[in-house]
C-alpha cells in the first residue's frame, strides 16, 4: 500500500517561487498516475497537475500552466510540484494523490491523499 507525504509548502510573496515534494512509501509507485491538488478555504479541491503511470507529458490546469512544472522519479518514489510566479490565489493546502487511472484530473479518482502542505502567497 502506498502512503505519501507532502512538503515544501510555505508563505511566499507574489511572483515568488516554491517547490513541492511528495514522499511515497511502498510499492509500485511507478504504476500510478500521480497528481496535485490544491484546497482553498471554503472550496472543494481542485487538479493541480499530474503525470500519468503511462509516462508521458505531465498535464496541467489552465490556472498553471506555464507556471507550474511537475516530474516524477520513479528510482527514489518522488512527485515534485515546481511554482513558479505565484499569485495569492495560489494560496491553499496542496496534496499529492494516486490513481489507477492513466491521465485523470478528477480527485475522485484518486486515493492515498497526504496530510497537504499549506502554500500562503501574499500580495
Known amino acids: 500500500q502506498v502512503q505519501l507525504v507532502e512538503s515544501g509548502g510555505g508563505l511566499v510573496q507574489a511572483g515568488g517561487s516554491l517547490r513541492l515534494s511528495c514522499a511515497a512509501s511502498g510499492r509500485a509507485f511507478s504504476l500510478y498516475t500521480m497528481g496535485w491538488f490544491r484546497q482553498a478555504p471554503g472550496k472543494e479541491r481542485e487538479f493541480v497537475a499530474a503525470?500519468?503511470?503511462?509516462?508521458?507529458?505531465?498535464y496541467y490546469a489552465d490556472s498553471v500552466k506555464g507556471r507550474f512544472t511537475m516530474s516524477r522519479d520513479n528510482i527514489r518514489n518522488t512527485a515534485l510540484l515546481q511554482m513558479n510566479s505565484l499569485k495569492p490565489e495560489d494560496t491553499a493546502v496542496y496534496y499529492c494523490g494516486k490513481s489507477d487511472r492513466d491521465r485523470s484530473s478528477i480527485p475522485a479518482d484518486f486515493s492515498s491523499w497526504g496530510q497537504g502542505t499549506q502554500v500562503t502567497v501574499s500580495s
Open positions: 503525470i500519468g503511470w503511462k509516462g508521458g507529458s505531465p
